[in-house]
């Protein structure tokens, strides 16, 4: 097992999983021109990076939640263009997990951040002749907009599809709550709605003993989009992924909040730095 990267915020305990990296190529990637990008961030963008592909497991008091669970083997083939060449990924979520000491019967919920493929695909495994829940006892909750979309229901009446193996036979056995709004899971843990990646994104926020992190999702995918808030990927909402990012600086900001992205390899906060703003590993 690699080395794993467990924290503390307040009484919480906090891990990082990761299912593996994934290969990127931000010049196709990002809704930036090359005029913008080239005098600053020619090596960022001209060459492929490695990003991971985090889930992370917080543990506190009653709650076992895990945001986002990727089954990287399954979803990522050798001639994927998201592959590494001759890259072998860590062993899957639930492997990682019972390294902590943690079943996948333990788990009590699953936040899947927005409904892209490699925050979903592990939610379910195979069983018989179908998928059932990789962990069985939990409620597992996802934006209902991104439910709604037009794609993803036509993908669901394939019954072939990871869509209908995945977030479908959660939907069949009455597991997946699709959440339209602030939702709390507990004292110390909520759902916050942060639309823009997909119209149904969201992010977990907790807060324990003064201390606050936010797990964000695809709100942030590399640091340089801290210090740039209105570079993005091409397939976001530019108009809602502005305002979700405006009011999350203001509040990670205002709370001195850890951060935790999906595909930034470390935790960070972020700081003012002069008239702007940047990511710092925490």
């Given at each position: ?27 196709e990637e990002m809704a930036v021109p090359e005029s913008e990008w080239r005098p600053h961030y020619a090596d960022l963008f001209e060459r492929p990076v490695s ?40 062993p899957d979520i639930p492997a990682q997990l019972a390294s902590l000491g943690v079943k996948p019967e333990d788990i009590s919920h699953v936040v899947i951040t ?35 979309d037009a794609e993803l229901q036509t993908a669901l009446r394939d019954q072939t599809s990871l869509e209908a193996r995945t977030l479908g036979a959660l939907q ?111």
């Amino acid at each position: 097992m690699r080395d794993m990267n467990v924290t503390r915020v307040g009484a919480a305990r906090v891990a990082i999983l990761n299912a593996g990296d994934l290969r990127l190529l931000f010049s196709e990637e990002m809704a930036v021109p090359e005029s913008e990008w080239r005098p600053h961030y020619a090596d960022l963008f001209e060459r492929p990076v490695s990003c991971p592909s985090l889930s992370v497991y917080i543990e506190h008091e009653d709650v076992r939640l895990l945001v986002d669970a990727n089954d990287y083997r399954a979803t990522v083939a050798p001639d994927s263009p998201y592959a590494i060449a001759g890259y072998t990924p860590p062993p899957d979520i639930p492997a990682q997990l019972a390294s902590l000491g943690v079943k996948p019967e333990d788990i009590s919920h699953v936040v899947i951040t927005h409904a892209h493929w490699d925050h979903y695909a592990g939610v379910t495994r195979p069983a018989g002749d179908g998928f059932a829940p990789t962990f069985p006892r939990a409620r597992y909750f996802l934006g209902a907009a991104d439910w709604a979309d037009a794609e993803l229901q036509t993908a669901l009446r394939d019954q072939t599809s990871l869509e209908a193996r995945t977030l479908g036979a959660l939907q069949a056995r009455g597991i997946l709550r699709l959440v339209g709004e602030r939702e709390q899971i507990s004292d110390s843990v909520e759902i916050l709605p942060a639309p823009g990646e997909t119209p149904g994104h969201q992010i977990a926020r907790i807060h324990s003993e003064g201390e606050t992190l936010y797990v964000i999702g695809d709100l942030f995918h590399h640091a340089v989009e801290v210090e740039h808030p209105d570079w993005m990927v091409t397939w976001a909402s530019a108009g809602a992924m502005r305002e979700t990012r405006r009011w999350l600086t203001r509040d990670a900001l205002a709370e001195r909040a850890k951060l935790i992205a999906a595909h930034i390899a470390t935790p960070g906060r972020i700081e003012r730095a002069g008239d702007g703003l940047r990511w710092k590993d925490a």
